[in-house]
């Protein structure tokens, strides 16, 4: 599409709410919710900690696709930008708000309209997955995040909401209507051990924390499938001041407070048999001789919902 066209087309979506601010030409920033500066501390704080040079990204809830971009010129072989709410809402238009970034700026960027709980649909495992702003806007934020890390190979990225900061045990808040910031989307406020032992269970056991750079009440976690992969991903040292280790006791402290210690060694103990006996059960004989019974079960039962 011609320049001179392009610029008609962001006078008229300059007029609905975008969330990124993006400088589309030179000479021409649209001003999103988040501000310019706002968003360059978030991109150090989510990509310029970590190489994404020839990885695959999946960026999931893109909206106007600035991170998408930005995972884009810091290297990445591939990016699929992934959005499914704001893209269809007559109100947001936000597809054809990134389609205009897109267009604009001349990022081959990928695009694929799909919400996250009917994840993996099309979509392919990648690298890394970006899952940012999306987890408390979820009202089953479990079951979506195990659809998301099973798309994500060596990486997870999670920025959220959070709140029960000063609690010393794994807890979320429910926020039924429009209790938080004035919008019904808004459902859940977990705390750091929460996320932790949520990603655990999602075999992502080695995770890095950074606070949000400019929100009080938000956190950012980079998850590794192994303490090998982490060390090839990032840049930066882990100082458990700014980023937190939280396979160490030192990185967990200083987060979860002394008070939570001798209670996380405790559920993290729990957790891991637990979960090697899950694993050893689905490798039994018993566990595939009872598969057509279990099978049968669930058909059952999405008979009787049906009824």
């Known amino acids: 599409m011609p320049v001179q066209e392009l610029r008609d087309v962001i006078r008229d979506l300059s007029q609905v709410p975008w969330h990124h601010t993006i400088r589309l030409f030179p000479d021409l920033i649209v001003a999103g919710a988040k501000s310019a500066e706002t968003l360059e501390a978030e991109r150090a704080a989510i990509l310029g900690v970590v190489d994404l040079a020839k990885?695959?990204?999946?960026?999931?809830?893109?909206?106007?696709?600035?991170?998408?971009?930005?995972?884009?010129?810091?290297?990445?072989?591939?990016?699929?930008?992934?959005?499914s709410y704001v893209w269809r809402s007559p109100l947001f238009r936000g597809r054809e708000t990134f389609e205009l970034a897109r267009a604009c700026l001349g990022i081959d960027v990928e695009a694929m309209e799909i919400d996250p709980t009917e994840f993996p649909g099309a979509l392919a495992p990648a690298d890394v997955v970006l899952f940012l702003g999306v987890f408390y806007h979820m009202i089953d934020p479990a079951m979506v995040l195990r659809k998301v890390a099973a798309l994500a190979t060596d990486l997870l990225v999670i920025e959220t909401h959070q709140d029960l900061l000063a609690l010393d045990r794994p807890a979320m808040v429910f926020y039924p209507g429009a209790t938080l910031n004035d919008d019904a989307t808004n459902w859940w406020g977990p705390n750091p051990e929460c996320v932790t032992e949520l990603l655990a269970t999602v075999d992502f056991r080695h995770v890095f924390y950074q606070r949000h750079p400019q929100v009080a009440n938000r956190g950012i976690y980079h998850a590794f499938r192994s303490a090998d992969t982490a060390r090839l991903y990032l840049r930066r040292p882990v100082d458990n001041e700014t980023l937190f280790d939280f396979g160490s006791a030192v990185g967990r402290r200083a987060v979860f407070g002394a008070a939570s210690d001798e209670f996380s060694r405790k559920v993290v103990?729990?957790?891991?048999?637990?979960?090697?006996?899950?694993?050893?059960?689905?490798?039994?004989?018993s566990w595939a001789l009872t598969s057509p019974l279990r099978a049968l079960k669930g058909f059952c039962a999405r008979l009787a919902r049906k009824s």
Do not use: C, M, P, Q
Request: net charge neutral; glycine share 8%.
């Open 55 to 83: 990885r695959s990204v999946v960026d999931v809830g893109t909206w106007n696709g600035y991170f998408a971009f930005e995972a884009k010129r810091a290297g990445a072989r591939s990016v699929i930008a992934t959005d």
């Open 269 to 285: 103990a729990e957790r891991d048999a637990a979960l090697a006996e899950v694993a050893a059960l689905r490798g039994s004989t």
